[in-house]
């Protein structure tokens, strides 16, 4: 799972690198250059009227909108993007695996318990991937001793795959708050640098201070649109968590009652 996470979290970064340095090359052509780039990208159809219009295409248009509010806060707010990916596609593949049929699972460790005693359930929870098979491993492994024994290794052992689970969620949390904080940030500068032009030029030309707004709008807009992106993947993680943990604390119950049953016999 950690060499997963390192190839997803390299490969982001070599993506972020090289879509970053494209802009900064786009921008620093000639004008004539990047029409005629432009040109090339631009899909020509014809209206009703026999006229040619020119339509981009959604991809463009991002990659244009991303060049425009410049690729030094653009640039951070999509390394938030990609990195909160990250976390969060390693974090939803951890999950995915550690969910368990917990029924099942106290269904066949109930009948090990009933044909074998505890080495055959603690075989079935060996054999079993999951944070109920560990909790119900490391219950077994204290039933030896007395069922409160075996209780408090569960509650023990509970809180250690709990914090399993939610590992690396507070990332996600920390590029949901920055992403837009960065776009608020280059608003900020791109208003401030919009007044300095109208300080300096002593008249309030609307075509002088556009630029510096388009700018101060378009980072808003990437830093709201990342953190909505991310906000999606880290409330399905969050869900996912809760069920797990509700299963774990199911099982729980089960199992105490399960071993109950086994000493009382």
Not at 86 to 108: G, H, M, P, W
Not at 141 to 148: C, I, N
Not at 153 to 178: D, H, P, R, T
């Amino acid at each position: 799972m950690k060499k997963l996470f390192s190839i997803i979290a390299i490969t982001a970064l070599v993506f972020a690198g090289t879509f970053s340095s494209k802009a900064a090359t786009v921008q620093t052509m000639p004008s004539n250059v990047q029409t005629l780039m432009t040109a090339t990208t631009v899909s020509i159809i014809q209206d009703e009227g026999g006229t040619a219009t020119a339509e981009k295409g959604f991809h463009q248009e991002l990659k244009d909108r991303f060049v425009e509010g410049g690729p030094a806060f653009m640039g951070i707010v999509l390394l938030c993007l990609i990195l909160g990916l990250a976390f969060a596609i390693e974090r939803i593949i951890y999950l995915n695996l550690s969910t368990t049929n917990t029924k099942k699972l106290a269904d066949n460790v109930e009948d090990a318990l009933k044909s074998g005693g505890l080495d055959a359930a603690k075989e079935v929870c060996r054999n079993t991937k999951g944070p109920v098979a560990s909790i119900y491993y490391q219950g077994l492994e204290r039933a030896d001793e007395s069922v409160d024994a075996a209780e408090k290794a569960v509650i023990a052992y509970g809180g250690v795959q709990m914090g399993q689970l939610e590992k690396n969620v507070s990332w996600i949390s920390l590029f949901i708050s920055i992403a837009p904080m960065l776009g608020f940030m280059g608003t900020v500068l791109g208003m401030i640098d919009a007044f300095d032009k109208i300080q300096a030029a002593g008249d309030m030309n609307p075509s002088l201070v556009a630029g510096g707004i388009k700018i101060a709008l378009l980072t808003t807009v990437f830093g709201l649109i990342v953190a909505i992106i991310l906000q999606v993947f880290y409330n399905y993680i969050i869900a996912k968590i809760d069920s797990i943990v509700n299963s774990m604390e199911d099982a729980s119950i089960t199992l105490i009652d399960m071993l109950v049953d086994y000493k009382n016999k």
